[in-house]
């Protein structure tokens, strides 16, 4: 499975970015798609995930700010990211299973920097 990764950038705090992953080469449905992410000197962290069955978990830190969707047809995922903090500055990475059980697959990452 290969996941492209697009829309990372500068943004002022409060500002808005939208992240896209366009997953390639499963041959069949994937069981989630997410986004992690990775600050300098921190370990990668969970930002969101959503499952074939739409459920979603989503990090404290960034719940009420950030909304994950999907597009199943297009197995893509999307991360809508509003009221940007400088905190949210990291390399933001798509992240994929197939199944419960399988392989994880990551993107080349994206950064995200807010800063003014």
């Known amino acids: 499975v290969q996941l492209v990764e697009s829309g990372g950038g500068l943004v002022q705090p409060g500002g808005s970015l939208r992240l896209s992953c366009a997953a390639s080469?499963?041959?069949?449905?994937?069981?989630?798609m997410g986004w992690y992410r990775q600050a300098p000197g921190k370990q990668r962290e969970l930002v969101a995930r959503i499952f074939s069955g739409a459920s979603t978990i989503y990090a404290d830190s960034v719940k009420g700010r950030f909304t994950i969707s999907r597009d199943n047809a297009k197995n893509t995922v999307y991360l809508q990211m509003n009221s940007l903090k400088t905190e949210d500055t990291a390399v933001y990475y798509c992240?994929?299973?197939?199944?419960?059980?399988?392989?994880?697959?990551w993107g080349q990452g994206t950064q995200v920097t807010v800063s003014s």
């Open positions: 080469g499963s041959g069949s449905s994937i069981y989630t």
């Open positions: 992240h994929s299973k197939i199944s419960p059980w399988g392989s994880d697959y």
